[in-house]
């Protein structure tokens, strides 16, 4: 069965610092998604990426934020300089195609920002 | 005001009972309504999409009352497995494709 996968499973980086964390999305799928899960709370929606653009965001996705697919099978989120409160699970997920709402998530990148 | 409330529970039952989960959400435009699975720091696994007509996949039967802005799933005879956090998510036409997720509610199934 065709799944999300994400690396690192775990990253620890200082305050201040860039961080990568990679996505390979289902091969099929045309539409690509970030969340964020900070511990103990719900999981919350970051961007969304289609025909090689963003398509939508929330205002947790500021300008420290970006996101690239920089070949056909990644889908990458960049944090330029890391806080404290980016310390969180991320969760990569994709979704086949247009009118199809069903979303599947990787297993996620623990961030840990000291 | 939260845009999709769950119980946060524990609801903690015995192997074979049924247990229902409520969810309300506050849009609504809500177009799009799920239950996902979520395993102690994992990600979120999609248990079944919600219908109006309402559906069943084995044990479990997700019901929408789009008057009442309101979701159910009902888990029958539960399993050990089933022990998990179950996730009240919709997707609001406002909000384009981006899925928004309640806190969730934890079961517990003991043996």
């Known amino acids: 069965e065709p799944e999300v996968t994400q690396t690192p499973s775990h990253q620890v980086t200082q305050m201040g610092q860039e961080v990568i964390l990679r996505c390979v999305p289902i091969?099929?799928?045309?539409?690509f998604y970030w969340y964020r899960q900070i511990l103990g709370q719900k999981v919350e929606f970051l961007v969304s990426?289609?025909?090689?653009?963003?398509?939508?965001k929330s205002e947790i996705f500021d300008d420290q934020f970006s996101v690239e697919r920089p070949d056909g099978s990644n889908f990458t989120l960049k944090i330029r300089s890391t806080k404290l409160e980016d310390s969180a699970m991320y969760f990569c997920?994709?979704?086949?195609?247009?009118?199809?709402?069903?979303?599947?998530f990787g297993p996620g990148t623990r961030l840990t920002v000291t | 005001r939260k845009e999709v409330e769950q119980d946060p529970g524990p609801f903690n039952v015995p192997e074979g009972a049924t247990v229902a989960f409520n969810c309300t959400y506050s849009?609504?435009?809500?177009?799009?309504f799920f239950w996902y699975r979520q395993d102690c720091r994992k990600e979120p696994k999609l248990l079944m999409s919600?219908?109006?007509s309402g559906n069943e996949d084995g044990r479990f039967t997700a019901q929408l009352n789009r008057a009442s802005q309101y979701i159910s799933l009902l888990i029958r005879d539960s399993k050990l497995s089933d022990s998990a956090t179950y996730l009240c998510?919709?997707?609001?036409?406002?909000?384009?494709?981006?899925?928004?997720f309640g806190k969730g509610t934890t079961l517990s199934v003991s043996s």
């Open positions: 997920a994709s979704k086949g195609f247009e009118g199809s709402y069903e979303q599947y």
């Open positions: 091969s099929n799928h045309l539409y």
């Open positions: 990426f289609y025909n090689n653009e963003i398509s939508e």
């Open positions: 849009n609504s435009a809500s177009q799009s």
């Open positions: 919600v219908y109006s």
């Open positions: 998510v919709v997707n609001m036409i406002q909000a384009g494709t981006a899925l928004i």
